[in-house]
């Protein structure tokens, strides 16, 4: 069984940074083809995707948010984790990860809601 | 801005048949690039509903349908039920943007 969680923040201030932590079980990133990305979805609003990193360490991003974003693995900890730097109130969203096997999000985390304000 | 279009919303009674459709251009769809179909239900995190154009994974009803032609790609939902309602994504890769892509979504409301 494949799950997803995502830990972090619940309340960022303005040009804070957000770090957001999603540990995983039931597949390992060591494995070829396999992926982790985010997704965030402000209230509301339809799903924005953010990045992904896969097995061999390639990464990438949207390319809306590339200056802002940065995504790194802990294979051993069964750990992604992404942050995004210079938080405004546009990106309040519940932000998501999931685990990516040829090219689908299979499967999801719950979700965390982030809100930004001062 | 998403590089995939899907109408707002639609429709439909008990038992009808529905459907989606998610437009992109040569660099996503076009380019041979699978489409993947989610659905979201009110208050929860969206679950995988068609991989790769027309595959259902385990659990999921037979329902639910996707094709893809051309530039575009399309969900089905047959004998729509009440439990139907919810939001629903197409996604794929733009090789432009090297990054994968969500549609704009589509409420699907049962009447």
């Known amino acids: 069984q494949i799950t997803l969680k995502e830990a972090g923040p619940t309340l960022v201030k303005p040009t804070q940074t957000l770090t957001l932590t999603c540990t995983f079980s039931g597949f390992s990133l060591s494995t070829s083809g396999v992926g982790v990305g985010w997704i965030r979805q402000p209230p509301g609003k339809a799903l924005e995707w953010l990045a992904l990193i896969y097995w061999d360490d390639d990464k990438r991003y949207s390319p809306s948010l590339k200056s802002r974003l940065t995504i790194t693995k802990d294979t051993s900890k069964n750990q992604v984790v992404l942050t995004m730097t210079t938080m405004d109130p546009v990106d309040t969203a519940t932000y998501y990860c999931?685990?990516?096997?040829?090219?689908?999000?299979?499967?999801w985390g719950q979700g965390t809601l982030v809100t930004v304000s001062p | 801005q998403s590089v995939l279009t899907q109408p707002p919303s639609v429709s439909g009674a008990p038992w009808q048949r529905v459907t989606i459709s998610c437009t992109g251009s040569?660099?996503?769809?076009?380019?041979?690039?699978?489409v993947h179909w989610y659905q979201q239900l009110p208050g929860t995190a969206p679950k995988l509903l068609i991989y790769a154009n027309n595959n259902r994974p385990s659990g999921v009803p037979d329902r639910f349908s996707g094709s893809k032609s051309g530039t575009s790609a399309s969900l089905a939902i047959t004998g729509l039920q009440a439990e139907d309602e919810a939001d629903y994504y197409c996604q794929s890769y733009d090789s432009s943007l090297s990054a994968s892509v969500f549609g704009t979504g589509t409420r699907v409301t049962v009447l």
């Open positions: 040569s660099s996503n769809i076009g380019a041979h690039y699978d």
């Open positions: 999931a685990h990516v096997t040829s090219g689908s999000y299979a499967n």
